[in-house]
């Protein structure tokens, strides 16, 4: 007879005992030429990220030239004083680094990434792209026919189509905000290497600016890396610019930009409402994700798991320029396709949603599983160096204190279900949001009418 082999078993792993987790604290201090540092010492992130904001927003760019800043962002590693455009991305390389910027309301960010060995010269870099960047001609116009070729697939893209329209409906035609970020093809054609360089001149200085420096920084003598880089940096003491009030119409109705043969209708539903200054922001993010933030939520319960009209429905909220005083604003919107001959119904049960919402409110088994996927799971999405980076920057563009996302956690996990289904009723009240549909009209325009969500206008796509 066989004697069965036996097996011993490892005692299985237990997980360990959970320790306490807040968002990092950076230091805050200013060099002699006047930029703001922010820094935070992350032990064991060897990539360090550095971000550059800047204090030229698009509303500061000059008449008919739409789309300078952006081309100014991309210009800034396209060659300085010391390098050319071809030398500036090899020494990038060299260094093991990525630079990334982008222009947007609040204004231009630079934003690096680099081994911690090698901060220094990758620091260096954007120093001197940033002191001396070149605008060479050449480079210049390449980077203006780039941007032109992009324009054409961009409008082809319906939720790109789709949130150029809902800001041409809601900002007045004087606001920048109602046209597109990185400019026209009309006006984007305007734009030489002397416009760049007037742009760059007028609003690109130390003094309005401010680094953010995150990652592991052991043996690094960080004040005198900073003194010899970004500090050599000169310029003017100019104030900040004052922000100019956010003014939109959120009226109710429906703007259908035809797209004759399309299967599919592209949705994007919004309005303006408070940004993160607005002490009613937690309760917001709660109710928004508990209406469209996850594959849980009520609007994908819905129209995808019991209708099955569409892939996935978000809700979110998307800050667009922030103030003290105030004066800002954040884009709160519901998007999503679906199918064109279920555009009509899908609405319906939208609105539906809605109403239903203001009238039972959410249950507290959606407010608790939004908690545990917005808080429980922050140490996760922090995890990188970039990452809070990233964010530390957004606090600097949105006038925000250095404690804020900390504080935002508290206040997530404190708030209640009342609170959070006050907030996202009163976030995306039935009339008054702006619907925009970018599909056949042939086809959704009665059926869409007969909703009566609103007077429902039909224009051409470009």
Excluded at 53 to 70: F, K, N, Q, R, S
Excluded at 117 to 134: C, F, N, Q, T
């Amino acid at each position: 007879m066989t004697e069965l082999a036996t097996m011993e078993f490892h005692p299985r792993p237990q997980g360990g005992e959970a320790k306490p987790w807040a968002f990092p604290a950076p230091e805050r201090g200013t060099l002699d030429n006047g930029l703001t540092v922010l820094r935070c010492h992350r032990p064991g992130q060897q990539v360090v990220a550095v971000e550059v904001v800047l204090d030229a927003p698009l509303d500061a760019e000059p008449e008919g030239i739409d789309g300078v800043a952006t081309i100014m962002a991309r210009a800034f590693s396209e060659g300085t004083d010391k390098h050319s455009a071809e030398e500036f991305a090899a020494e990038l390389e060299r260094c093991g680094a990525t630079l990334d910027a982008h222009a947007d309301h609040p204004g231009v960010r630079l934003s690096l990434e680099v081994p911690a060995s090698r901060l220094a010269k990758a620091l260096g870099l954007v120093a001197d792209a940033l002191r001396a960047p070149a605008f060479a001609d050449s480079e210049t116009e390449r980077l203006v026919r780039n941007r032109l070729d992009e324009i054409p697939h961009e409008l082809a893209n319906p939720s790109r189509r789709a949130a150029k329209e809902l800001a041409k409906e809601l900002f007045p035609a004087s606001a920048r905000m109602s046209r597109p970020r990185q400019g026209t093809e009309e006006t984007v054609a305007r734009i030489d290497s002397a416009a760049v360089r007037g742009f760059y001149e007028k609003h690109v200085r130390p003094a309005t600016a401010t680094a953010v420096v995150v990652g592991d920084l052991t043996g690094v003598d960080l004040d005198a890396l900073l003194a010899d880089t970004l500090g050599a940096w000169t310029g003017s003491q100019a104030r900040p610019r004052p922000v100019p009030a956010v003014v939109a119409d959120d009226t109710g109705r429906v703007v259908v930009v035809d797209r004759p043969g399309a299967v599919q209708t592209q949705l994007l539903i919004g309005r303006i409402g408070p940004d993160r200054h607005d002490r009613v922001w937690p309760a917001q993010v709660l109710g928004t994700y508990c209406l469209g933030g996850t594959l849980t939520s009520r609007l994908d319960r819905v129209l995808r798991e019991e209708k099955g009209y569409t892939y996935g429905v978000r809700a979110f909220g998307q800050v667009l320029r922030s103030a003290p005083d105030g004066s800002g604003a954040a884009m709160l919107a519901i998007s999503g396709s679906v199918d064109t001959p279920h555009t009509g119904p899908a609405l319906d049960d939208l609105w539906t949603v809605l109403r239903t919402l203001a009238a039972e409110g959410l249950t507290d088994e959606e407010r608790d599983v939004a908690v545990q996927n917005l808080v429980g799971v922050a140490p996760l999405k922090y995890e990188t160096a970039a990452a809070v980076a990233s964010t530390l920057a957004d606090q600097v563009e949105q006038h925000l204190p250095d404690h804020y996302q900390a504080d935002l956690y508290r206040q997530l996990a404190a708030t209640g279900t009342v609170e959070a289904t006050a907030a996202a009723v009163n976030a995306f009240p039935v009339d008054r949001l702006v619907t925009v549909l970018v599909g056949d009209a042939a086809q959704i325009k009665a059926p869409v009418e007969a909703l009566g969500i609103g007077e429902v206008t039909v224009v051409t796509a470009e």
